[in-house]
C-alpha cells in the first residue's frame, strides 16, 4: 500500500499537466469504481443496492474520495508532489484524536513522540522544497489529510463491510460528482485529456492507485489498529521524495536524506511501542459487531 502510494504523488502531476484537478480527479474514481464492480461481479460479490450500509458509502464517497482528492488536486497544480505528500504526514495527528473518541483506540506518549519525530523528519524535508506563497494549497492539504483520517476511523469502526461492497458505490458515486463539478467549473481540453499520456496516468492512478491501494487500506483496518494504518502517511513521503527525484526532476540533499531517516526512526519507535503493548496481552484491533446503516 504505501509502494503503490509512493508514486501516484507524481502520478497525480503528470495526470494535472492533461486534466485539470477536480476533473482529473473524478474521471480516476469512475474508473476505479467500475474496475472494483467488475471485479465484485466476477468473483460473486455484488449485492442487492438496498441492503448496501448507505452511511459507510457516504462517509467514503464524501470524505474518502471526494473532498480529500478535490484538495489534493488542487494543491498539486501549486506545489511538488514531494511536498505534497510530507504536508499530507500530519494524517496520523488526526488518526489518533479520531480514534480515540470513535474507537476508542488509546495511543502511549511514546507513539505520541515517535510520530512528532516522524513528522519532525517531513518537515525537515519540507524545509527545503520551497513553499513560498503557497500557504492556502499547503493548507488545502491538511485538509485533507483531516477528512481522510475521518474516514478511515470511520472504515475501522465499520470493518465488518467487505470493502468489495462498499469501494465500487463510494468510488463510483464520488467520481460522477466531481467529475460533473470539475467539466462545470474548470477548462477542460479533450484532446489533451484523452492523449496517450494522460489516460495512462489515469489508469494507474485508478487501478493501482485507487482499486488496489484501498482495498489492502481498508483490509488493513480490519486487522490492526487505525492509528497504525495511518502512520503509513508518514512513510509515503519518503518513497515520493526518492519517485520525484528519480522520475520527476525534484530536488534531494542532506536535508531530506536526515529527514528519511527521522521518519523511519519515529515510526520504528510508536510502532515498536504497539508490539510492547501486544506482548502484554492487548488487543492488535478492535472488532465491532455489524451495525445498521
Known sequence: MCSIWGTTWLGIKVSLRYVPPATGAGFRFILAGLVMYALAAALGRTIDPRRLPWSVVFVFATCLFGLNY???????????????????????????????????????????????????????????????????????????????????VYAKRHAHNDPLVTLPPSMLLAGIFVTIFGLLSEPFDRTRAFSVASLGAIAYLAIAGSALAFFLNLWLLKHVRAWIVGMSALIIPVIAVVVGIVFGGEQFGAKEAAGAALVIAGVWIALRTDAAALSKGEPAATEYPPQSS
Do not use: Q
Not at 86 to 103: A, I, K
Not at 111 to 127: D, N, P, R, Y
Not at 134 to 149: D, E, I, K, N
Open 70 to 152: 478535490m484538495l489534493t488536486y488542487t494543491a498539486e497544480t501549486h506545489i511538488s508532489s514531494g511536498l505534497t505528500a510530507v504536508l499530507f504526514g500530519v494524517l496520523p495527528f488526526f488518526m489518533f484524536l479520531f480514534g480515540h473518541y470513535l474507537v476508542d483506540e488509546k495511543t502511549r506518549p511514546a507513539t505520541w513522540a515517535g510520530a512528532t519525530l516522524a513528522f519532525a523528519g517531513v518537515g525537515l524535508i519540507s524545509f527545503s522544497s520551497g513553499m513560498h506563497g503557497s500557504f492556502w494549497y499547503a493548507l488545502a492539504v491538511v485538509g485533507a489529510a483531516c477528512t481522510s483520517a475521518f474516514a478511515n
